[in-house]
């Protein structure tokens, strides 16, 4: 049986006194590990008597109790909803309410921010902290549970296709959707992920995205499968990162985007720090194929892109080293702005609006179907009927593949530019945009605008110590893309706002610049 519990097994069977998690001075072997998920689940099922399908929040940075709850919960025929605690009170209370959560999990450094909510979970049972704060009235301790519950396995049945979490979106276009995702689909993606990144139980992993995130528990899920030592980092920092690295010997990991970049950027970095990492995957955008070489001189070819959604657990595409090596030493150079192929057991899919395969070099929907994909989104049956179509989840990525059978992100049908009755893909003018050696990052949008419906407008962060104007940009753009493509607003800022999985709200730009004029720093 392909889920959670399969997992603690196998890797009681291979590894059981092997160090399975660090997180600053904690460390637990995986029987140690194991034996606390399993305390865990009986404490939730036995001691505050909840039934099979019940949902179990949790409020907390990345940590031991964190990980643990991937397994202490789902492994209880329980299902898990990890909060992003990033958001506002009210968002998290949306989401609460939203997934109809029986049990709250709280680390003690969020007790104030739960308090301008508390009196609107009447909902919520049973709370939890984690943490040596005194316990509020009423409260349970996360270690007294486990301490005083037994350690077999529950004695629940649970079954592959069992819901494992309620994984919800970064709603960066609206109220976050809970995706169902199954115990196959974590076991899918330890398992994958071990076969394809050629993972060995002599590896060691770094979690450094938030576990709330797809990209979070794959490093975990990876670890758990192929019993390498994983390490949690409470929140991305560069130089801890460094540390980290060095003193575990680590040699495989995730980044977001834009931690590659900060890492790219980042002056105070010793490369031989970090010269034992292998094989890292990063994920959340693609990078321009400058930005990927650089990457390459500076650590050599050890970078994995991976493309994929929280629907799909991060699952789609890959382009795998491999790939890039073969490429790279035909001049095939555009592969690198490309997300690969489809990922391992997965179908992929350019179609038009009525789902017809399109042609080679054209664009297209992408979408998919395979273990990666998950039930729907919870409570939304519209949504998941409109987005999870005759056995496919349409991923609202505008893409297109080449002779070749790689795969290029154009963008989100919802991001395309209509300006003037033409179709502007903000992708293929950011990638201009970052040819431009002063320019650091670039994002482009389409701003209301009553003559032409949109305007091609974009916002840049200047290189350090360049001193860019308006009129440059856009001459740049000129002398290699069509006029109607050609930015006619240009802002420049310092930073841009991201969601918690490391994308930029486009949206927040459109409200923030709407009725602004160009400008210089």
């Known amino acids: 049986m392909t889920t959670l519990r399969a997992m603690i097994r196998k890797s009681l069977k291979s590894n059981p006194d092997k160090i399975a998690l660090i997180e600053g001075e904690r460390q637990y072997t995986f029987r140690e590990f194991a034996d606390r998920t399993r305390r865990m689940g009986n404490a939730l099922l036995q001691n505050l008597g909840l039934e099979k399908g019940e949902r179990v929040a949790i409020l907390s940075r990345n940590s031991m109790e964190n990980a643990e709850s991937y397994f202490s919960i789902p492994n209880a025929a329980l299902v898990l909803v990890m909060l992003n605690f990033r958001l506002a009170p009210p968002e998290i209370l949306n989401i609460l309410s939203d997934a109809g ?211 799909t657990v991060g699952s789609i595409c890959i382009l795998e080293t491999k790939e890039v090596d073969t490429a790279l030493k035909q001049g095939h150079t555009e592969i690198l702005s490309s997300c690969g192929k489809a990922y391992a057991g997965m179908d992929i899919e350019v179609v038009d609006g ?46 297109r593949k080449d002779d070749w059978g790689f795969v290029y992100i154009v963008g989100r049908k919802k991001d395309v530019i209509i300006t003037g009755a033409e179709n502007v893909f903000p992708a293929e003018i950011e990638n201009i945009l970052y040819q431009h050696p002063g320019i650091q990052e670039a994002v482009v949008v389409g701003m209301d605008n009553a003559k032409w419906g949109e305007i091609v407008t974009a916002f840049v962060v200047p290189q350090p110590g360049f001193q860019l104007n308006s009129e440059e940009v856009i001459g740049f753009c000129r002398e290699v893309t069509a006029g109607y493509k050609i930015p006619k607003k240009v802002f420049f800022i310092e930073n841009f706002p991201m969601s918690a999985t490391g994308k930029v709200l486009r949206h927040e730009l459109k409200e923030q610049f709407s009725s602004e004029s160009i400008f210089h720093l």
């Open 101 to 311: 959560a029986s049990v709250l999990i709280v680390e003690e450094s969020f007790l104030d921010a739960l308090s301008q909510i508390r009196d609107q979970l009447s909902f919520i049972r049973h709370f939890i902290l984690i943490g040596d704060a005194p316990l509020p009235n009423g409260w349970y301790g996360y270690e007294s549970l486990i301490e005083c519950s037994p350690a077999h396995e529950p004695d629940v049945e649970l079954k592959q296709n069992d819901l494992a979490a309620l994984m919800y979106t970064s709603g960066t276009t609206g109220l976050p959707k809970g995706c169902m995702a199954t115990h196959q689909n974590f076991y899918f993606v330890g398992q994958s992920k071990t076969e394809v990144m050629k993972m060995r139980e002599d590896d060691c992993g770094i979690v450094t995205t938030p576990l709330f995130h797809a990209s979070g528990e794959v490093v975990l899920m990876t670890g758990i499968y192929s019993t390498m030592t994983t390490i949690i980092m409470p929140r991305w920092d560069v130089l801890e990162f460094s540390r980290l690295v060095e003193k575990h010997q680590v040699t495989t990991g995730v980044l977001a985007t834009p931690m590659l970049l900060y890492l790219l950027s980042c002056p105070n970095i010793e490369d031989h720090k970090l010269s034992s990492l292998k094989k890292i995957l990063f994920a959340g955008a693609p990078v321009t194929p400058e930005i990927f070489q650089k990457a390459i001189k500076r650590f050599g070819n050890i970078f994995v892109h991976g493309y994929g959604t929280t629907e």
């Open 354 to 399: 009525e789902g017809n395969p399109v042609a080679t070099g054209q664009s297209g929907e992408l979408r998919t179907r395979g273990p990666g994909m998950t039930k729907g989104y919870w409570n939304k049956i519209e949504e998941t009927q409109k987005t999870f179509r005759n056995g496919w989840f349409h991923s609202g990525d505008l893409c």
